[in-house]
């Protein structure tokens, strides 16, 4: 079974670019997860999904982030215009809702801002 | 601010030894989750604990959960340099999907 997929692993790109990131879950999963890893803040919650619909979005930082999912098999974050403290890595996770259940992630994108 | 801290925020052991590292978080929960990262790749879950449990095992891990303190430990038994990497607890709440996870530990097995 494969695991969650994540579109480009490294992206780097200037300074007002456009960034769009996307993420495949698992097969069956009704939970998506858009988590972002800094040293300085660790991993945030961005937003999540729980059958294709946005339920928390507060740990969205700024307007500037975007988050889709229009079907169950794809995801995308935007960044725009993206900012060199954007630069993180950013995962994706997709979990079964019922019952807790352990998050599967995805290896994540680098993502660097000049 | 975040739920979990995890203490220490780094340790390095000889292989065979036994690591032990600490979760302390803020409100109630409706179970703990640990998880590993190794260096460049993303989280794997580790063991879960719900608020209801004391202790669960799982191979060479062992999980204790003290909601009186609220706290939970993670013990890796015979450690191995493989084990070498971030571990991390995540906590929810109930009525809530959302998993709010802890700053890690950073463990070094040296072989």
């Known amino acids: 079974d494969a695991g969650v997929i994540q579109s480009p692993r490294h992206e780097v790109t200037e300074m007002g670019q456009e960034v769009t990131l996307r993420c495949k879950p698992i097969s069956g999963h009704n939970s998506l997860f858009w988590y972002r890893q800094t040293m300085m803040r660790g991993l945030e919650l961005l937003i999540y999904f729980n059958n294709n619909v946005p339920i928390d979005d507060s740990g969205m930082p700024e307007d500037r982030f975007s988050a889709k999912m229009p079907n169950a098999s794809f995801s995308t974050l935007k960044i725009q215009p993206s900012e060199p403290r954007d630069s993180a890595v950013y995962f994706c996770a997709s979990s079964s809702v019922d019952s807790p259940q352990p998050q599967h992630f995805g290896d994540g994108t680098r993502l660097s801002i000049l | ?111």
């Open chain 2, 1 to 111: 601010s975040q739920q979990g801290e995890e203490d220490p925020q780094a340790l390095s052991i000889q292989e065979g030894e036994n690591a032990t590292m600490n979760c302390s978080y803020k409100t109630s929960i409706n179970n703990l989750q640990w998880y590993r990262q190794n260096s460049g790749r993303g989280l794997v879950h580790l063991i879960l604990i719900r608020s209801n449990e004391r202790e669960k095992h799982s191979g060479r891990l062992r999980v204790t959960l003290d909601t009186s303190k609220k706290s939970s430990s993670l013990l890796i038994t015979a450690s191995r340099a493989a084990d070498t990497a971030s571990y991390f607890c995540a906590t929810s709440t109930s009525g809530t999907y959302k998993y709010i996870f802890g700053t890690g530990t950073r463990l070094k097995v040296l072989a």
